[in-house]
């Protein structure tokens, strides 16, 4: 049965919702906080509550943001190709939602903003396999090249899914 392999990242978003966003130097009281998993924890989430096998090809940290990231993986059943942790903690998204329900992002990238090529090797795609790329990854000076690498050396076999996302426009790179 083919699989998802997702290369992007598992942030945690601390969520939180408010009227209106305050003016620069202001505040606003919001109405709800959470933390939750995000970025590329809802594809895979989404393909595994579908049937779809799913393993998470990227980093994930030692801090209390890895352990809640591993945590709803394995609520999931999203199984970590890389079982290593990084050296540092999992990054942080403040997510902002207002009442016209427009969502506003400031980011950290932690641990998932790297990636190496031996850890790519750590789980080998197989004919009809999905391999997930995100855009976000393409702006990780410590994860684009060896990604890039790998997915160009791919077998046709292998079903490439790219996601450019909202900063497909930022990098300094071609």
Known sequence: MPRLLHTGQVIIDLVMAVDKLP??????????????AGGGFNVMAAAARNGLPVVYLGRHG???FGDLARE???TEGIQLGIAHKAERDTGLCVA???ASAERSFISYIGAEGE????????????????VYVSGYSLLHVGKAQALLDWVLGLPKVINVVFDPGPLVDSPDAP
């Open 96 to 98: 902002v939602t207002d």
């Open 115 to 130: 990636l190496t090529t031996e850890d790519l090797a750590s789980v080998p795609a197989e004919a009809g396999d999905y």
């Open 23 to 36: 003016q620069p130097g202001g505040d606003v009281l919001a109405q709800s906080a959470s933390f939750e």
């Open 72 to 74: 709803a993986m394995k």
């Open 62 to 64: 030692t801090g209390r």
